[in-house]
């Protein structure tokens, strides 16, 4: 069954603490990104990658790091240097290209820091 | 960068009413607009997109038209139903591509019976 994969669905994290946030996909996309939702903001861009070993900052990317060591996989670090780190946190995918319009999103990983 | 404003942020419509909701963007470089829809504890997923070459796509019961010229975007739900209801998040992109998305806040539809 082709998708995106998050885990865990849920996160609790004490403060100072770092966590990782996985993202696995099976569709063979080149590219992948990790967004944030927050209620009445929308969806922001944390960063992307293209492909293997490369990856770029989005608009939001203090305090979160990222690596893309296999095509199928782009997990997030949430630091302890985030400020605000509760929040949704979605995974994506697409192919590079010409004309390719559509984002695969995963089912989304919520953390709450205590 | 970019800059992408929604609205209304809240939309409430009775069933087989039409619903419509606007988004401008501030880069006049920006040629790609998609629309997703997320339902309630669900994942988004693309409805339609336009790109900076038409200036209206039909699907059914929902369309897209565009503004280059004002810079806005809007989308249009013919004959709503009640599982129309989530939330929908305009987007926009410079790279003709879903490729560094920049989001709308979105815009909460409710459709009642």
């Known amino acids: 069954d082709g998708g995106i994969t998050q885990s865990p669905k849920y996160l609790f994290r004490k403060e100072g603490q770092n966590v990782t946030l996985s993202c696995e996909q099976n569709?063979?996309?080149?590219?992948m990104y990790w967004y944030r939702q927050d209620p009445g903001q929308g969806l922001r861009l944390i960063y992307y990658s293209q492909i293997v070993n490369d990856f770029q900052k989005g608009d939001i990317a203090e305090g979160y790091s990222v690596s893309r060591e296999k095509k199928e996989s782009f997990p997030l670090t949430v630091t302890s240097a985030q400020k605000n780190p509760t929040a949704f946190y979605l995974c994506a995918s697409n192919n590079r290209g010409l004309n390719t319009g559509e984002l695969f999103f995963g089912e989304g990983s919520r953390l709450t820091v205590l | 960068g970019e800059n992408v404003e929604q609205h209304p942020s809240t939309l409430s419509v009775q069933e087989g009413d039409s619903a419509v909701i606007k988004c401008t963007y501030s880069?006049?470089?920006?040629?790609?607009f998609p629309w997703y829809k997320q339902e309630l504890g669900k994942r988004p997923q693309l409805i339609i997109d336009i790109r900076s070459n038409v200036g209206e796509k039909k699907d059914q019961r929902i369309a897209v038209t565009l503004n280059k010229t004002a810079k806005h975007f809007s989308l249009h739900i013919t004959e709503t139903q009640p599982e129309d209801s989530a939330v929908y998040f305009c987007a926009a992109s410079m790279s003709g591509t879903a490729s560094k998305l920049t989001f709308g806040t979105g815009t909460r539809l409710q459709v009642t019976l």
């Open positions: 569709l063979n996309h080149d590219a």
């Open positions: 880069d006049s470089a920006s040629n790609y």
